[in-house]
């Protein structure tokens, strides 16, 4: 009997153990097959630049201890970028004519009692100077997988800035 409590409280303890653990994540660019964006094609080289210095771990989720990296974000983004301008005739190099600078700013999931929406906040700028500040949202029913939340935030941020006329002018110039 001693010994089934002793087993029980052991148990207890490693359950909310790893409940009450700091998680780090990063998205997978390959969870979500991209959302319909203004359709486009261009040729040429472009670089795309990872302009987040910040490498800290920010709390993105509360409730389950979730951080974020923006600066490994970013780079999800980018690898999503990258597939979708090659697919429409880019070449993406480091030392390109045209250029789109990067920077994932502010990543948040919040839980309420129904639903869990995250937000990712991006902000673009180009090598011809404009500039844009976008969100990419996602959000689920209660029983939805936290990291698939993310992976759907960062994609629609991506399709948020694919769908900027402006960008999408300056690819295609």
Not at 152 to 158: F, H, L, Q
């Amino acid at each position: 009997m001693k010994i089934t409590r002793v087993l029980v409280a052991l148990g207890l303890t490693f359950t909310l153990s790893a409940c009450v653990s700091e998680k780090f994540y990063t998205p997978n660019p390959d969870t979500n097959q991209l959302e319909e964006i203004i359709e486009f094609t261009a040729t040429g080289d472009i670089s795309l630049i990872n302009n987040q210095p910040d490498t800290e771990e920010h709390l993105y989720h509360p409730q389950s201890k979730y951080h974020a990296n923006y600066n490994a974000w970013t780079d999800v983004a980018i690898a999503i970028i990258e597939r979708e301008l090659a697919a429409r005739g880019f070449n993406v190099t480091d030392d390109a004519g045209k250029s789109l600078s990067l920077s994932i700013n502010h990543v948040a999931t919040e839980t309420g009692w129904t639903q869990i929406q995250s937000q990712v906040h991006m902000s673009v700028e180009t090598g011809g100077g404009y500039s844009g500040e976008y969100v990419g949202r996602n959000h689920s029913v209660m029983a939805a997988n936290l990291k698939r939340q993310a992976d759907g935030a960062v994609m629609r941020v991506v399709v948020a800035m694919l769908n900027d006329p402006e960008i999408i002018t300056y690819l295609t110039e």
